[in-house]
């Protein structure tokens, strides 16, 4: 019998008010349908230790595909993959809720992709990572918030141990190598004493070695998107996990301060700076990397199968590093002007690699102050505003607008009323002669 116990208070104050709307509304569906539906993995475990869980993964013992085209809410998407039988909905207000259909799987050989068939919860919950994401709370009415859990994660979460499910875990899923680490550094749990002499053994094996390039990567990837990735990353040091991804990766005090610096500056930057376009865990990479010979850094772009335009960001943040040094630390550019122009030609994200690497306090500063201020500069008159005014569309109006923005820059215009008097002084009348009307 799974350990049960119930979590309606728990639900209620933990999750945000429109989660908790929806969930009652999927349960509610789900009845009416004679199916049960649970909140399952990652969700009950943040739940239970009272973090806000963004995602929302809903299993029903039915088919969830039979399930989601009974939604019928204004305005909500549902998409559907009829073949695994699972799919998500989005709401209106963009909430979403991925819902999958309770399902066994088999590994028919370490590293397969596993077979599927539909089964009960216990299986869908035992095929899980660790005992601590395998736990379900009902959303069904008759049974709301009952927490089911049949391989001990309560006891675990309480113990802030992470544990397998059984001795084969990592033998079939490699992945859960670095999922584990990660989780293990994110909530300050530690491996449970046989799961760690399991994760040694899949080392040795040499198992992590195999995985697929885009396995691994897409494992990096979201370990380097971590509020704070340090821990992890020298957890997976320590544990020598590195050295059997990457051998000959030489990780010293540099690399160390780098990956330091890059957290302290994400966060004052922040990661919804635009711009990174979810590239910033390569600023990490090329961190983790930078002490490294020339083979080993191309070995792991080639290893990671990144794209060509990440292999781009991660050589120009690596090869570029000392020219920049030189270019941004002399007195050639000094204006602000002249410092937007030229960081705007490379990625921001290796200006952030840049700006925590270098150890010259007057490159790091002029890179950060592009990043938190210069970057976003720009003037109160718009091209449209021109065009208003008289000037003809085309280059012309970008020419004007850039003029207008090093000016803003420098600080030598700060005003609506200081541009346009600017721009009357500086073009010449005539070129407003030809407004269109
Ligand atoms: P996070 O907060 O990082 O998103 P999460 O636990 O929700 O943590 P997901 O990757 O969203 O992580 O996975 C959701 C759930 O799916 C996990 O809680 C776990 O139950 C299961 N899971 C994910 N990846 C694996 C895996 N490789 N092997 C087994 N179970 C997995």
Redesign the pocket.
Known sequence: MPWTDNLEHLLKETLTPRQYEILIYLGKEAQSLGMKAYI????V??IMLGRE?L?L?VVVEGNAVDFLKSINQEGCHISLHERYKTGSLIFSDGMKVDVATARREFYEYPLAQPRVSSDSLKHDLY????TI??MAVSITPDSWGTLIDYFGGRRDLNKKTLKVLHNLSFVE?P??VI?GI??EQ?LNFHLEDNTLRLLHSCLKGGLLARLSGYRLRSELE?TMQEKAPFPALKRMAELGVWDILFPGLRIGKTAVRTIRRLSAFLARISRDFPDFRGYEWLAFLAALAIESHETVQFAILDRLSLAPRERDIMVQSLDGLRAAEQDLGGRTLVKNSEIYGYLREISPVTALFWSAATERWRVRRRILSYLTRLYRTKSHLTGRDLIEMGYRGGPQIGEILSQLRDRCLNEELTTLEEEVAWIKNNFPLELRQTKRH
């Open positions: 399952v993995g990652g969700i475990r943040d869980s995602d993964d095929r899980r990572d660790f994401n395998a899923d992945t859960r999922r990660r989780l994110r979201l």
